[in-house]
């Protein structure tokens, strides 16, 4: 079993920045990959990034790409997005989640999730 915490979200201005951050608790944390998804009102949940167990594989949306960063710190159970350059459009609840052996941009692929912290960026 794995609990996730998400923290870090807020208001920012268009072109600013945030580091989102995602504590686990639970065992053999560092052997999951990890991914942040986010989902803004009257749409369905999107994939946003993903890391192997042990950071050295990443993907990321086309939507975001460039603009964000995702990575882990395994002696601290935790994950981040660090999120530059965001535009209105970024704004939506943010979940961390883990998985199971390798890396998936599938939301149905992932076994655990966070509550989610909301993201706003205004125009």
């Known amino acids: 079993q794995v609990q996730l915490v998400e923290s870090g979200g807020g208001l920012v201005r268009t072109g600013g920045s945030l580091r989102l951050s995602c504590a686990a608790s639970?065992?053999?944390?560092?052997?999951?990959?990890m991914g942040w998804f986010r989902q803004a009102p009257g749409t369905e949940r999107e994939f946003v990034a993903t890391?192997?167990?042990?950071?050295?594989?990443?993907s990321y949306a086309d939507s975001v790409r460039g603009r964000f960063a995702i990575s882990r710190d395994n002696t601290k159970n935790t994950v981040y997005l660090q999120m530059n350059n965001l535009k209105p459009e970024d704004t939506a609840v943010y979940y961390c989640?883990?998985?199971?052996?390798?890396?998936?941009?599938?939301?149905?692929?992932?076994?655990?999730w966070g509550q989610g912290t909301q993201v706003t960026v205004s125009s």
């Open positions: 890391i192997n167990w042990n950071g050295g594989i990443t």
């Open positions: 989640a883990a998985k199971r052996s390798g890396t998936s941009t599938r939301a149905s692929t992932y076994n655990y």
């Open positions: 639970g065992r053999s944390f560092s052997t999951y990959a």
